[in-house]
């Protein structure tokens, strides 16, 4: 995804991303059937994050693949798939970290909140881009866990939350955020 004019509405890649967030929404009515209000909750979330990019006019194969990974995250947590496997839980909090970390950052960006690479008088601006979105991953880990928390909490308790749980989330997140923003200031 980078910041642009928007696509041709007929390039693969929005095409791509459109068809991932019609299922999404098709998702929605499934979760709701199957898992009830929670279930629709969770799916409209991820909903929500996969119409970011194109209503930002974000474009690129990254729109897409963000659906498909808080797709995957939210189905695997509804078909128990993280007690199933329990190394899934921390690949997904990598993943979906550095996904959603390098979206806020380029949201950011075009926010003129932050610059890039080139963009700005900095002397090291590409290290400027790995702390930004390192820190932007960081806290939205911190938010994933509040809300894992919250939701074991107040919504359902057989939410996994424990100590050594919440700080692996945590450590993975951090780390996937930090090779996004790697990623996003060698490609800047």
Do not use: F
Not at 58 to 76: C, M, N, Q, T
Not at 86 to 115: E, Q
Request: no cysteine; proline share 6%; net charge negative.
């Amino acid at each position: 995804m980078t910041p642009a004019d928007a696509p041709p509405p007929t390039s693969p890649a929005v095409i791509a991303g459109d068809v991932v967030r019609a299922l999404v929404a098709a998702s929605i009515v499934v979760g709701a059937v199957l898992y009830g209000p929670v279930g629709a909750a969770l799916l409209s979330l991820v909903l929500l994050g996969s119409v970011v990019p194109r209503a930002l006019g974000l474009h690129g194969y990254g729109d897409p693949a963000l659906g498909l990974v808080l797709s995957a995250a939210a189905w695997a947590g509804l078909l128990d798939l993280y007690e199933a496997v329990p190394w899934l839980d921390l690949v997904m909090h990598l993943v979906a970290t550095a996904a959603l970390a390098a979206l806020v950052w380029l949201v950011l960006r075009r926010a003129g909140a932050v610059s890039g690479p080139g963009e700005a008088s900095l002397r090291r601006p590409r290290l400027g881009v790995v702390v930004s979105v390192t820190g932007l991953g960081s806290l939205l880990a911190l938010l994933w866990e509040i809300g894992e928390w919250a939701g074991a909490t107040y919504v359902d308790g057989s939410i996994n939350v424990g100590y050594t749980d919440t700080v692996s989330d945590l450590a993975v997140g951090t780390l996937g955020a930090l090779v996004a923003g790697l990623v996003l200031a060698r490609r800047s």
